[in-house]
């Protein structure tokens, strides 16, 4: 089984206070859930957005986004990654709720992570 990553914005459709309240449930409720299908994942919300990254197998990740994509709480979800992982960010959290200076961070750190592999990948193939 293929491991993957996917990340998507979306439009919360509560104003901020129902929203945070929401993403606090939706967070208590979906830590069990995602555990049981192998998926780990970083939640915030910001200026009305929510924003999700989640790894996992491949089908578990699409069957999860298309009952995300379903739910009324949001609108207009744009996926902003897809594709395949070779190895989890954040294994040990199956659904962690991040402040976003917090979810920023994590993000830079991935990129950083991503980067070094590449650097690395470059030197073993030039030397
Ligand atoms: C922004 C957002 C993110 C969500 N993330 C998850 C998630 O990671 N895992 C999960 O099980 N449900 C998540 N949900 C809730 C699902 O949309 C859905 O309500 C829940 O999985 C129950 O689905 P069911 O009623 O078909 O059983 C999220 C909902 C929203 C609005």
Redesign the pocket.
Known sequence: MRLWKLSYI?L?VAPHEEALR??HE?CL??ED??ARIG?S?V?TLHKGR?A?V?EGPETAVRA?LA??K??P??HSLTVLADGPLVARRYAGSS?KFCDPKAFVTEQLNDILAQTADIVRAMKTTWH
């Open positions: 979306s919360a929401q993403a939706i409720r979906s859930r995602n998926i994942s939640f929510f999700q989640m999860l009952r995300i379903a739910d709480r949001h659904m």
